[in-house]
């Protein structure tokens, strides 16, 4: 099935940055689709970022775009997210997730999910 390991989590100033990263057990051309989400307290988990291996195409929240970056770490076989000019509304769980075959844009097509890593932005 394979594990997903997040870290890279912290607290930091409005901003900031920080730089996740989703160690896999698998290797990463297993996966048709791999990506983030997050979930706020008290409110519904939203997609952060998307990128498709056979194209290498990448795709982002509104939110995030041009602040975040989502890229493969083949090195380490580990999925990152990059996010600079942190806000405070981007407080939330981080989740690493993947997907064999299907899209990852939906959580119905998502096989694994990571256990999360926490991220919080004081203002």
């Known amino acids: 099935q394979g594990q997903l390991a997040e870290s890279g989590g912290g607290s930091v100033q409005s901003g900031g940055s920080l730089r996740l990263s989703c160690a896999s057990s698998?290797?990463?051309?297993?996966?048709?689709?791999m990506g983030w989400f997050r979930q706020a307290p008290g409110k519904a988990r939203e997609r952060v970022a998307r990128?498709?291996?056979?194209?290498?195409?990448?795709f982002y929240a509104e939110s995030v775009k041009g602040r975040f970056t989502i890229a493969q770490d083949k090195a380490n076989n580990a999925l990152s997210l990059q996010m600079n000019g942190l806000k405070p509304e981007d407080t939330a769980m981080y989740y690493c997730v993947v997907s064999y075959y299907s899209d990852c844009y939906a959580e119905g097509g998502i096989d694994i999910w990571g256990q999360g890593t926490q991220v919080t932005v004081s203002s």
């Open positions: 990128f498709y291996t056979y194209d290498d195409t990448s």
């Open positions: 698998v290797k990463l051309d297993s996966f048709n689709c």
